[in-house]
């Protein structure tokens, strides 16, 4: 029988945590020599930011350049104005692949360059394969 961890694809590259409890800190230290070595590899704490992201990008909170200051005001309108954008596309993707219920959420969802496949279902099936839009 294959163990579960060699027939798991791994998902993620590294995890960083920021700003450790001690408590946290000590219960990882302690749990440590149990992880499999390749996600203890993974683990990172407090570490330097800037090796990870541009400084131009990272909050100044981080260590980063990037000063933001949110004014409600501006991002709101915004923020509903996008909203609207998705929600009338995949209303315009549900109603392209025939409107009907049990149509797949993964097409009705998809990227853009998705949209021409999803209209081409037939009789309320799509032929989308999301798994190529996924990241991986």
């Not at 995890?15 to 749990?31: A, C, E, G, N, S």
């Not at 909203?83 to 315009?92: C, L, V």
Request: glycine fraction near 6%; proline fraction near 5%.
């Amino acid at each position: 029988m294959v163990p579960l961890l060699l027939s798991c694809i791994p998902r993620i590259d590294s995890l960083i945590v920021l700003v450790v409890p001690t408590f946290v800190w000590l219960f990882f230290k302690l749990i440590t020599p149990f992880i499999d070595s390749r996600t203890r590899e993974k683990l990172k704490f407090n570490e330097n930011l800037r090796e990870y992201v541009p400084a131009e990008q990272l909050y100044h909170l981080f260590g980063g350049d990037c000063e933001f200051e949110y004014v409600h005001e501006d991002f709101w309108p915004e923020y509903l104005k996008l909203a609207q954008d998705r929600r009338d596309q995949y209303f315009a993707r549900f109603k392209a692949a025939g409107g009907e219920i049990g149509l797949s959420e993964w097409d009705l969802r998809a990227p853009a360059e998705a949209a021409a496949v999803v209209a081409n279902g037939v009789g309320g099936e799509t032929t989308t394969d999301a798994s190529k839009f996924l990241d991986s």
